[in-house]
């Protein structure tokens, strides 16, 4: 039970630990020296709550243009408008911005002038979802920690997009327009410190190429991916959570050693075309293989069996640390073989 607790508050620490840092930054406690030089005018077009000065919530309001930013704002909340443009001059004086959300306006790519977003030398986090951008927009701050864009058009990533964003921990490129050739084989360069890079929801049939050494977290759910390249998974030695869910995966498309990469704790390939249980890592703790073609588990090629090195066969006292088995909506009828169990010590959770 301590064991479960302790993955648990390790699983939740990881997956957020692209926000922790971003948001000990954020809300960073001011400088009261500051406040002498702050001025306390409010946008006729906004609310300025006075408990939360360094604020200013713009949403809902029809709004069309952005307003001039008072330089004392930190936050910036212009959600659910009319926007359609992204001008330098409203933010003439906004030097200190750490944070701006536009998702849910109508701003392209030409609307956005080009020094417009780059000026922010202090902005971590930059919000453009369900907007009508068809490409990354750039150039953007360095500074810049999460950037999201879920739900555009983008189909496009220009050359050297992120070549200067190596602080960024989160890229969002979910639900929109991405096929393959919008990737190069430098597309990623700069991005030293990616973390989470989501790109569900597009139309990619192979893996996205290089991406980041550091990247944890690979979301590319509902695409149309047939196949992983062998040794795929050494340029990204630090994944712990792959999802794949909704592709087009057959026996054929995955490497000899299948997910036998001791980095993965978490790999969810539900609805695919597999009709075997791939090789796994003895570290694996959670496995989503529901609804494939997948008749008999062969438990001699899956139970994986610890390295030769003294400090790996003392983690593995236990057995292999699978937790966690979904295999529902595939052909395997009921009851589990033994064998899986007396493999899988600690096994939970198995769902047929």
């Known amino acids: 039970m301590a064991g479960t607790i302790c993955f648990i508050l390790w699983v939740l620490f990881i997956t957020d630990t692209v926000w922790t840092r971003s948001v000990r930054q954020v809300y960073e406690v001011h400088d009261s020296d500051d406040w002498t030089t702050h001025d306390f005018e409010c946008p006729v077009e906004c609310f300025c709550p006075p408990s939360f000065p360094t604020a200013l ?10 307003p001039a930013i008072p330089s004392r704002i930190w936050y910036l909340y212009l959600q659910n408008n009319l926007i359609e443009t992204i001008p330098e001059k409203p933010f003439e004086n906004a030097t200190q911005l750490r944070w701006i959300n536009l998702n849910k306006n109508k701003i392209t790519n030409y609307g956005i002038e080009k020094g417009a977003l780059s000026q922010l030398k202090k902005l971590l986090f930059l ?3 369900d907007n009508e951008l068809e490409e990354v927009p750039s150039p953007l701050p360095r500074s810049l920690e999460q950037l999201q864009l879920a739900r555009n058009k983008v189909s496009r990533i220009p050359q050297g997009t992120f ?18 050739n919008a990737f190069q084989r430098d597309t990623f360069k700069g991005l030293k410190n990616l973390m989470q890079l989501n790109m ?9 190429p290089r991406l980041p050494a550091n990247t944890m977290q690979l979301f590319l759910d509902n ?14 030695p630090k994944v712990a959570f792959l999802r794949l869910n909704h592709n087009k995966l057959s026996d054929e498309g995955l490497p000899s050693r299948g997910f036998d990469v001791s980095s993965i704790l978490d790999l969810q390939l539900s609805h695919n075309q597999l009709t075997k249980v791939p090789r796994i890592s003895a ?5 989503h293989l529901d609804h ?15 390295s030769t090195l003294p400090a790996e066969r003392d983690s593995f006292s236990y057995g292999p640390h699978l937790r966690y088995l979904r295999l529902d909506g595939n052909e395997i009828k009921p009851p ?17």
């Open 223 to 236: 695409n149309s991916i047939e196949g992983i390249p062998e040794n795929y998974f050494n340029v990204i």
């Open 336 to 352: 589990v073989p033994m064998a899986l169990m007396t493999c899988f010590r600690l096994l939970q959770a198995v769902i047929i």
């Open 283 to 287: 570290h694996l703790q959670h496995l």
């Open 57 to 66: 919530y713009c949403e809902n309001r029809g709004l069309k243009e952005i």
């Open 163 to 180: 070549s200067n964003l190596e602080n960024l921990t989160l890229l969002d490129l979910q639900n929109n327009k991405l096929v393959d």
């Open 200 to 208: 569900a929801k597009n139309a990619l049939r192979n893996m996205p």
């Open 292 to 306: 494939n073609k997948i008749k008999s588990v062969n438990v001699s090629v899956i139970c994986p069996s610890p």
């Open 127 to 129: 919000f453009l979802e």
